[in-house]
Nanobody, 126 residues
Framework: QEQLVESGGGLVQAGGSLRLSCSAS????????MGWFRQAPGKEREFAAA????????DYGDFVKGRFTISRDNAKNTVFLQMNALKPEDTAVYYC???????????????????WGQGTQVTVSS
């Protein structure tokens, strides 16, 4: 059974950093683009970052403004999201997702992703 499991969330003060990890099991996701999305209470799921299967191409949500970095280690079937300069408005559940379809560049859209993790809570205090 394919599974994506996020970890690394937690409580951090504004200005701090967290590194999220997404471990894949049950199948090899090394040929899939991977994405990170977030969802705050009462809001729609929002694109944060995506990376192509090779790691060469990346894309970020408009709110990121250079604060986050997505990376992947295909040998370990793991994707990372390094988050720096965190703000209280970054508080949300962060989800990892995999897109099995070939695309010219990694997608920003929720509906393009086939597999989803359960999410990890990130809380940023002011």
């Amino acid at each position: 059974q394919e599974q994506l499991v996020e970890s690394g969330g937690g409580l951090v003060q504004a200005g701090g950093s967290l590194r999220l990890s997404c471990s894949a099991s049950g199948r090899t996701f090394t040929s899939y683009a991977m994405g990170w999305f977030r969802q705050a209470p009462g809001k729609e799921r929002e694109f944060a970052a995506a990376i192509s299967w090779s790691g060469v191409n990346t894309d970020y949500g408009d709110f990121v403004k250079g604060r986050f970095t997505i990376s992947r280690d295909n040998a370990k079937n793991t994707v990372f999201l390094q988050m720096n300069a965190l703000k209280p408005e970054d508080t949300a559940v962060y989800y990892c997702a995999a897109d099995s379809h070939y695309r010219f560049s990694p997608s920003r859209y929720v509906h393009d992703y086939d597999y989803w993790g359960q999410g990890t809570q990130v809380t940023v205090s002011s």
